[in-house]
């Protein structure tokens, strides 16, 4: 795959996954045509404005906006790199960049895999781990999962949830989305009491056994790059966050 090619495949895993959850979870959402919004009444995710076409107009701009304003569309933007260049469009007209997340990926034909792990890693299937999944996610995302929403996400075929216990203790987390020979890598936390002890890089590692693809994809926050390019992760493009600023 072209460098071009690679980095369209990190933004459409996330976005179908985004779709698929909508789907799946019965979120609400829209596609304008220029772009396509999800909004999750049970839970602070996902809540986005995403796949944001290139040529975005200050007539489509409006249309954001009062969508926004009026609750009918997802109140966080998300776009690549190529058109956050464009950064005038988005803060000339009420919105602030809050964030940048770095869109990476490794081809797995270059990783080799792990075998001795320190942490005692699951894929979730008991109601015990969905419940330590949750917990976790939420106290170090902030994302408050339902059961019935995890349940929904691990039947799933494409989907995989992973539990990282240490000396009985859920401290890990992680979740892939495999579509079209690309798996995306998401909901990777540890707790802060279990944090440089290489648990996040174990429950990635374990994760990357059981997906049968030949790239792994992720965004990352900057606290996590330096774990991602460790495991062999490239960067190719930033997913760029932006908020409509109150009046």
């Not at 691990?154 to 979740?175: C, P, Q, R, W």
Request: some cysteine; overall charge negative; hydrophobic content about 40%.
């Amino acid at each position: 795959m072209t460098n071009k090619e690679i980095s369209d495949s990190i933004f459409e895993n996330y976005y179908s996954l985004l779709k698929l959850y909508s789907n799946i979870n019965a979120c609400n959402y829209t596609d304008l045509g220029f772009c396509k919004s999800i909004t999750n009444n049970k839970t602070t995710w996902p809540n986005f404005i995403f796949d944001i076409k290139e040529n975005l107009t200050e007539a489509q701009i409006n249309i954001l906006t009062k969508g926004i304003e009026n609750k009918e569309l997802a109140d966080v933007i998300l776009t690549n790199n190529s058109i956050a260049k464009k950064d005038d469009i988005f803060t000339t007209n009420g919105f602030k960049k809050v964030a940048v997340w770095n869109a990476m990926a490794l081809n797995l034909s270059e990783y080799k895999q792990k075998t001795d792990y320190k942490l005692d890693v699951r894929i979730v299937k008991s109601e015990q781990e969905i419940t330590d999944w949750i917990n976790v996610v939420k106290q170090e995302l902030k994302i408050d999962f339902s059961v019935n929403e995890v349940i929904n996400l691990i039947n799933e075929e494409s989907i995989n949830l992973f539990i990282g216990y240490y000396n009985n203790t859920a401290v890990s987390t992680a979740l892939t989305y495999t579509n079209n020979e690309i798996v995306g890598h998401y909901m990777i936390a540890t707790l802060k009491d279990y944090t440089k002890k290489g648990f996040g890089e174990e429950i990635m590692q374990f994760s990357l056994n059981y997906c049968n693809a030949k790239i792994a994809v992720l965004a990352s926050t900057p606290q996590g790059i330096k774990l991602y390019k460790k495991l062999g992760y490239k960067e190719f493009d930033t997913f760029n966050v932006y908020w409509l600023l109150p009046e």
